[in-house]
């Protein structure tokens, strides 16, 4: 029999220097167990989805290629996968700690759009991210905004429960009434006594979390809901419990996120889902990948790669360096999702240069896929099957590739492979993606064609020049011209 699927519920190694500054820390460590899901044969997954103010950055984007890789090992193993992933289009603040402003109006007026048009704007170039990267979409999208009517249901049985208090801004859970808060990543509340290293405002107790915000006085939102006899909207972590519990029950299998999620955000789900149904535990495994950093150019530290540091780059930037979503994917997956990652665009260009060759050599094969290469999809199912090991599923892959055996054999194997690594082996799908042109360059080009109109070639020289800096060459022919990407 195939051995089941082997998972650790959260990394053994989480001591971050992002870790430190929340002051927390992770006592025990954290066992790789088997899943065995809750009915047989089934498996229902909830995966933390983007907050849509903003593109996503490819930090992001490597948390849903690493559940995008989980649910594909999943099905690889005939499981019957339904995937729930929600769209935070309202309630998250600025601050984790339930301060700021909401980023969702914050966007708003950044762009001069309503809070709706943003939400909706950024979620397409999310979802569309997503189709580039060759990730399955979910079977079930769920907006925060269109589940209001369920978030207040689920906040009113905690008022009934006791657990909660209110406060001028809010309605909070109360995580000294229950007594295992925080048991997710192992948070050591006693250290955290209000203090001068906490700002507690109205809070009772620090790690006490807003369930529901009202909105200030003499203020109007965007987005805003009469409920408790108030306007107001819902805290960040309400719309992940009400949605998962709606989708997947009470209580279901896998949680996915980023490992910011566990001190804050999936431990506050916890408290309220379980407070709530009465029901323990409310998921059975919890799986988070690591961070993608950057360096830090005036300190040499690796930082998370984010928004709020100005640190970050785009799927979209990448395809206008030569670099094709897929190529990404690739990198990503040649380290294990539970390992820090470190961006740099030498290691990306390899990736790129590994998928072309890959590429390249499939192209080539010309026989027809027939019987498979037995030994190597054992090994493959081994690895995938072991904590998602797909840095070593990767060489497996090459080895394969180089191995004497028939071309057909070889074919039909690295197809199956492709069944989880999603690297568009079958269709050789990145080709079709155009490098895109950035605006910028698109601008000075048209500004070049003006100055060549009217015969002022210093200023045509000149904005060649200024094309070249950013990183393309000016191309003329005898039809136009055009640009080509210099090398990085
Ligand atoms: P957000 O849209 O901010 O809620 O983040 C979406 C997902 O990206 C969450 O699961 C985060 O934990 C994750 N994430 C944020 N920054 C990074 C990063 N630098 N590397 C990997 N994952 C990240
Ligand atoms: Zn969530």
Redesign the pocket.
Known sequence: MLCALCYSIIPAHYNTKYAKTLQYSIKKKRKHVHFVPLKKNNAGLYT????VYNY??I??????VFEDVLKRVLKYNKYKVKHVMNI?DVG?LTSDADEGEDKMEKGAKREGKTAWEIAKFYTKAFQQNLVDLNILAPDIWCRATDHITEQIKLVQKLIDKGVTYETSDGIYFDTTKIDDYGKLANLKTQNLKPGARVKLGEKKNPHDFALWKFTPTGQKRQMEWKAFEKMGFPGWHIECSAMSMKYLGKQFDIHC?????IPVHHTNEIAQSETATGKKPWVKYWL??????MSNPSTGAQD????SLSNFITLDTLKTKNISPLAYRYFLLQTHYRKQ?SFSWEALEAAQNGLDRLYGIVKSWKDAPKIGCAEYEQKFLDLVNNDLNTPEALALMWNLVKSDYPVSAKKRTLFKFDEVLGLGIKTLKYKNIKTAIPDEVQKLLAARATARAGKDWKESDRLREEIREIGFQVVDSADGHGVKKLKI
């Open positions: 933390c989805g983007p907050t996503a950055h930090g992001n984007l490597r948390s849903y935070t998250h996120g980023g490992i910011d999620h988070h990948n690591e961070f993608v950093n998370k790669m984010s928004k990652l």
